[in-house]
């Protein structure tokens, strides 16, 4: 708006719209510049930083000081309800599109987080995200606000606290791609397997920083406890540690934040965290996470929720089911696979205590000399 002279044209003749992906999408399937709906849904939007969290429409205030007209933005609605239909010139004209959301929101729903439930994403990054019910939590260490779920125009909204890692899986593909060590992603388990704990090693993967809840980004990468003894396995090892030491420490200011009242817990008191992603068929990752948080991970039969949760909105939107079959979690939980924790108390305090040395040799870092 302020660079580029054709779009300042066109918002004064009232020719141009924004949006984020999901808007020009629905836009082009719902007939794009002949009569094409222009929408996004509360997930969406509140990505934008534009939208207030509490009335669920844009904020005045916040445009005013961007300077952002409201009439080129799209109107927002909820992520479970019909929208549009797919307009002529497509290969399925007259399906109605029903369900929206954003990526980590989709998840939500496909895990079926219920308030005080918690799922892991473990993709190129991490995304972790807690669900605390109707109320906006803000927190104080080091996480972001965020709207959960809206599943129809009138039903409640949900909210969570969301922290994000930058590197997770990427770190996996670095050993492959940059180091050598694996040719395939799939073969860091075996190595891994190969020898029964790092020796000592810790690697911390702040390529470019780090994300929550340190937000340090003067931080940069640091694999330390190196001996001569240490192997290829032994940092194989340390790099999967570094994913689960990463969500552990975003769950532990969840918990700080949402305190005790704030957390779902099962018949026997433990909190269970929900995973999936493309990483989370790695078994040993899965047991790692589980021993470093001291509580049981579960992983689903379908680790693809995503596209899953997009399914249940659109689904509840157009009465294939009701909001109960989608959060009947103890039907999950019987197709679900269960990792509990092995590892001592004792030894779990003692890592965790390297690993935060770990972390901290990394600050400063980044004006280090080529």
């Known amino acids: ?99 929206c959301l954003g990526d980590q929101h989709a998840a939500m729903v496909g895990q079926a987080c219920l308030k005080g439930e918690a799922k892991s994403t473990y993709g190129t990054g991490a995304f972790i995200l807690l669900n605390t019910g109707n109320e906006v939590v803000k927190s104080t260490h080091g996480l972001l606000s965020t709207l959960a779920f809206k599943l129809g125009p009138n039903a409640p909204t949900n909210y969570a606290l969301e922290g994000s ?98 957390e779902a817990k099962n018949e026997k008191g433990e909190f269970l965290l929900r995973v999936d992603g493309g990483a989370t068929v790695n078994n040993l990752l899965m047991q790692i996470q589980a021993d470093l948080l001291g509580s049981p991970v579960v992983r689903p039969a379908d680790i693809e929720t995503t596209a899953l949760g997009a399914a249940y909105a659109a689904g509840l939107a157009v009465g294939v089911w009701k909001e109960d079959d989608i959060f009947a979690s103890g039907q999950k939980l019987k197709t679900s696979t269960l990792f509990r924790p092995i590892l001592s108390e004792e030894l779990r305090k003692k890592k965790v205590d390297s690993w935060c040395k770990a972390v901290e040799r990394t600050f400063d870092l980044a004006d280090l000399s080529i």
């Open 165 to 262: 890692i930058a590197i997770a899986g990427a770190a996996v593909q670095w050993l492959r791609d940059s180091l050598g060590i694996i040719s395939s992603a799939s073969e860091i388990e075996s190595l891994a397997l190969q020898v029964d704990s790092t020796g000592g090693v810790y690697f911390v993967p702040a390529f470019n920083g780090l994300f929550a809840p340190w937000w340090r980004d003067d931080a940069r990468g640091v694999c330390i406890g190196i001996t001569r003894f240490t192997s290829k396995a032994h940092i194989a090892r340390a790099v999967l540690e570094s994913m689960c030491f990463q969500v552990k420490d975003v769950l532990d200011s969840m918990h700080k934040d949402a305190g005790e009242k704030g």
């Open 1 to 99: 708006m302020e660079n580029v002279d054709a779009v300042k044209v066109a918002i004064k003749k009232g020719d141009a719209l924004f949006g984020t992906i999901d808007t020009w999408l629905i836009w082009n399937l719902t007939g794009g510049a002949n009569g094409g709906l222009h929408v996004t849904d509360v997930s969406n939007a509140s990505r934008t930083m534009l939208m207030n969290l509490k009335t669920l429409d844009w904020d005045k205030t916040t445009l005013e000081a961007l300077g952002i007209p409201a009439e080129i933005l799209p109107k927002i609605v909820s992520n479970s309800e019909v929208i549009g239909k797919i307009g002529k010139g497509w290969p399925i004209p007259g399906i109605p599109i029903a369900g």
